[in-house]
């Protein structure tokens, strides 16, 4: 392993999905990129795992689509169950697979395409010349180091406290939080293949959900998204309901075998609650909300913002061009985060998911719009608004 640097071009600080897909995009156009992480990989990350349209689409533009998929649990429907026991398996292009292994893969594709890793090292605060970051001071080993950066680029996730010390931060409360764990049971291989989301009145403001891994291990979680008053539920409480009330997860649960244990963490979504930039500093991914707020995903968009960074500094020019090329390429986003942030709304009414999931199991239309809704070809809004709910009773 290297020694801290006392200079590199680019500092990218976080090896996560944006990071990574950051550092290898400006590695592969040439510049020198060094990439710290406040963890030693591979390192374990609660999430749901899930892999839709928009991370294969991300993956192959880094090149890593065919490999991940080696490894990863191809899935080809979401299966959703409302708060009656209606259920739809809706189509789609999807996988599973554990973010360990994903983000260990993606930093190593950083490092095949010329990204210097660092030792592991936590991120304290922006060394700034003037109104412009220069650099950034980092905790390693129990002793402060300083590294010179012509830019850095933050992509240290959903807790807010790298931001907060970067001078970008604007809301610490989460978007919501979530709590899931590892289950393996060989005698549900067969029984949970696809991707399954549960929505309830006791899980009223959230979901629950079961994503299969190689392997017979299963993702299994609870989550809750929307406002603060909303998310003051006991996660493990909520968890404890999603396994009471949904069949398979009981079942998982009563036979199989605990692998780790239950994890919390924040979500920060739909593009809100951050700068993205400073001079000198650009932050991507998930630390500038780049989560869908419906359905909290967030892989895929975090490899986009993160290789939007990269191009933004890539295409040259200076610092002000950068920060406008990239603060225009999450403008174009921003739409489509909206969009999800409206349809969030199911959450908190389940009964809606029952008038869906009964309606879609009668019109292959609606289906198709579902399904269009996992590859982003079709507007959540226009399916799940108030507007888009009342035409369901007459299509």
Request: charged share 25%; aromatic share 6%.
């Amino acid at each position: 392993m290297p020694s801290l640097p006392s200079r590199c071009e680019v500092l990218v600080v976080g090896a996560g999905p944006a990071g990574s897909a950051c550092a290898q995009m400006l590695a592969r156009a040439g510049h020198e990129v060094a990439l710290v992480d406040q963890h030693a990989f591979p390192r374990d990350k609660t999430c749901g795992d899930g892999l839709i349209p928009d991370a294969h689409a991300a993956l192959a533009r880094l090149g890593v689509l065919d490999e991940v998929m080696a490894l990863a649990q191809p899935v080809h429907h979401v299966s959703c169950f409302g708060s009656r026991g209606g259920r739809i398996d809706v189509p789609g292009r999807l996988a599973v697979l554990q973010r360990r292994v994903l983000d260990h893969l993606l930093l190593r594709a950083a490092e095949r395409a010329g990204a210097r890793l660092l030792p592991p090292a936590r991120f304290e605060a922006p060394l700034v010349d003037g109104e412009r970051v220069v650099g950034a001071r980092l905790a390693a080993g129990g002793a402060a180091h300083e590294i010179g950066a012509r830019w850095v680029v933050l992509a240290t996730g959903a807790p807010p406290q790298a931001m907060i010390a970067a001078g970008l931060n604007e809301r610490r409360d989460p978007s919501g939080v979530a709590l899931r764990g590892y289950l393996r049971h060989d005698g549900m291989r067969d029984r949970i293949t696809t991707l399954q989301i549960v929505w309830h009145r006791r899980l009223a403001g959230g979901y629950g959900w079961i994503f299969p891994l190689p392997g017979g291990v299963f993702n299994i979680g609870a989550g809750i998204t929307g406002s603060y008053a909303e998310r003051r539920h006991n996660l493990r409480q909520l968890f404890e309901a999603f396994c009471e009330l949904h069949a398979d997860a009981r079942a998982l649960v009563d036979g199989g075998h605990w692998e780790g244990r239950l994890e919390g963490a924040p979500l920060r979504c739909s593009l809100t609650g951050a700068r993205r930039t400073r001079p000198g500093m650009l932050a991507t991914g998930e630390a500038i909300g780049s989560t869908y707020a419906f359905t909290g995903e967030g892989i895929g968009k975090a490899m986009t913002t993160g290789m939007m960074a990269a191009d933004a500094i890539a295409a040259g020019g200076d610092d002000a061009s950068a920060r406008v090329r990239y603060e225009a390429a999450l403008r174009e986003l921003e739409p489509r985060f909206a969009l999800y942030q409206k349809a969030e709304h199911v959450n908190r009414r389940p009964w809606l998911t029952d008038l869906v999931i009964w309606r879609a199991r009668r019109s292959p239309r609606i289906l198709r719009r579902m399904s269009g809704v996992l590859e982003e070809t079709q507007n959540p809004g226009r399916l799940l608004s108030w507007r888009g709910i009342g035409k369901l009773m007459f299509e």
